[in-house]
């Protein structure tokens, strides 16, 4: 096993680290496709009768993202960073060159199907990077023996991931050390539709509940990123913008700010005409409930959905005593 920082100190300065080359095409939101293009590594062998050394950014790369919203941003982010340095993606397993998995461990037979295409992509013999929640929370899983993995906050990275899997390297980037941009390219799987994270972990510590294993502690972007986010996917035709998080009623607590407050400022950047609308996501009760007026209020807007995504683990004060640190001190009825 070796991690990929160990082989950026190991290479003794023989060219350039992974990562180093500069992305081939503008940031946008179209992914480049292969349409059974000639990739210039295929069949084409040395005078010793091995295959010549890949080209970066040749090959075409199959992708499969499980579990939420914020997952399927995550994805798109990667995919637009790959799609950037000049790899194509494609929709076909079998003629793709690599693998890339993006996980999810909060659903059973989420983390059940990731297990089976796993197992698919080594029986092809395929490399393969997995991704996600699963690796996160869960690195010591023997499924994921023999495999490269990328961290939840370690998606700017993945070409690098990429790069050096594709070399017959395993390396694993799992440290987290500070939010992805928000302005990385982007891949949208609907173009009209921008799956904006907020923050990431939760302030709870549920025992029926592995997010706080794989995504951490709270983390939440600046009121300012996520305006600035907003005004240019505006500008780029979005039409839908969904605010995504583990928890998005936590949304500030760690830096000084909450919800109302990032609402109004984006709903001061919409079009008037109701061109782009906003959607709010998944919210848990304890400290949503805190601002029920001014939520209210946001939601009476022409330009915001009036919904709400409240999951409801127990109804009973006791069973959540005890499997949460922060509880509501009375059930919440819906």
Same mark, same amino acid.
């Given at each position: 096993?070796?991690?990929?920082?160990?082989?950026?100190?190991?290479?003794?300065?023989?060219?350039?680290?992974?990562?180093?080359?500069?992305?081939?095409?503008?940031?946008?939101?179209?992914?480049?496709?292969?349409?059974?293009?000639?990739?210039?590594?295929?069949?084409?062998?040395?005078?010793?009768?091995?295959?010549?050394?890949?080209?970066?950014?040749?090959?075409?790369?199959?992708?499969?993202?499980?579990?939420?919203?914020?997952?399927?941003?995550?994805?798109?982010?990667?995919?637009?960073?790959?799609?950037?340095?000049?790899?194509?993606?494609?929709?076909? /397993?079998?003629?793709?060159?690599?693998?890339?998995?993006?996980?999810?461990? $909060? *659903?059973?037979?989420?983390? =059940?199907?990731? +297990? !089976?295409?796993?197992?698919?992509?080594?029986?092809?013999?395929?490399?393969?990077v997995v991704?996600?929640?699963?690796?996160q929370?869960?690195?010591?899983?023997?499924?994921l023996?023999?495999?490269?993995?990328?961290?939840?906050?370690?998606?700017?990275?993945?070409?690098e991931?990429?790069?050096?899997?594709?070399?017959?390297?395993?390396?694993?980037?799992?440290?987290?050390?500070?939010?992805?941009?928000?302005?990385?390219?982007?891949?949208?799987?609907?173009?009209?539709?921008?799956?904006?994270?907020?923050?990431?972990g939760?302030?709870?510590?549920?025992?029926?509940?592995?997010?706080?294993?794989?995504?951490?502690?709270?983390?939440?972007?600046?009121?300012? /990123?996520?305006?600035?986010?907003?005004?240019?996917?505006?500008?780029?035709? $979005? *039409?839908?913008?969904?605010? =995504?998080?583990? +928890? !998005?009623?936590?949304?500030?607590?760690?830096?000084?700010?909450?919800?109302?407050?990032?609402?109004?400022?984006?709903?001061?950047?919409?079009?008037?005409?109701?061109?782009?609308?906003?959607?709010?996501?998944?919210?848990?009760?304890p400290?949503?409930?805190?601002?029920?007026?001014?939520?209210?209020?946001?939601?009476?807007?022409?330009?915001?959905?009036?919904?709400?995504?409240?999951?409801?683990?127990?109804?009973?004060?006791?069973?959540?005593?005890?499997?949460?640190?922060?509880?509501?001190?009375?059930?919440?009825?819906?």
């Amino acid at each position: 096993m070796e991690d990929i920082e160990d082989l950026l100190a190991g290479s003794g300065g023989g060219g350039a680290p992974p990562g180093f080359r500069l992305p081939i095409n503008a940031v946008g939101v179209n992914p480049k496709y292969n349409k059974n293009k000639p990739r210039l590594h295929d069949n084409h062998l040395s005078k010793t009768g091995s295959l010549s050394p890949k080209i970066p950014g040749t090959e075409t790369i199959y992708m499969k993202t499980f579990g939420c919203s914020h997952n399927q941003s995550d994805s798109e982010y990667m995919a637009g960073q790959l799609s950037a340095f000049g790899y194509a993606l494609t929709d076909n /397993s079998e003629e793709a060159d690599i693998w890339l998995i993006n996980t999810c461990t $909060v *659903k059973s037979p989420s983390q =059940s199907a990731m +297990d !089976t295409l796993i197992a698919k992509c080594k029986s092809a013999k395929k490399p393969l990077v997995v991704a996600g929640c699963v690796p996160q929370g869960s690195r010591d899983l023997k499924e994921l023996e023999g495999v490269s993995i990328v961290g939840v906050q370690q998606i700017d990275r993945v070409v690098e991931v990429v790069e050096e899997t594709l070399k017959g390297h395993e390396v694993r980037l799992l440290h987290r050390k500070k939010l992805p941009a928000l302005d990385l390219p982007k891949v949208r799987r609907n173009k009209f539709v921008e799956i904006l994270p907020i923050n990431v972990g939760c302030l709870g510590a549920c025992t029926y509940c592995k997010t706080k294993h794989a995504r951490g502690h709270l983390g939440s972007y600046t009121v300012e /990123s996520l305006v600035g986010r907003v005004r240019t996917v505006i500008a780029d035709g $979005v *039409k839908e913008v969904w605010l =995504s998080s583990e +928890d !998005t009623g936590a949304y500030g607590r760690d830096i000084g700010v909450n919800l109302p407050i990032l609402l109004n400022a984006i709903v001061a950047e919409l079009p008037p005409d109701g061109s782009t609308m906003l959607r709010i996501g998944m919210t848990n009760p304890p400290f949503i409930l805190e601002h029920l007026k001014e939520i209210a209020e946001v939601l009476r807007h022409p330009c915001v959905y009036s919904f709400l995504h409240v999951p409801v683990q127990s109804g009973s004060d006791a069973v959540l005593s005890v499997s949460q640190k922060i509880v509501p001190t009375k059930s919440v009825s819906l």
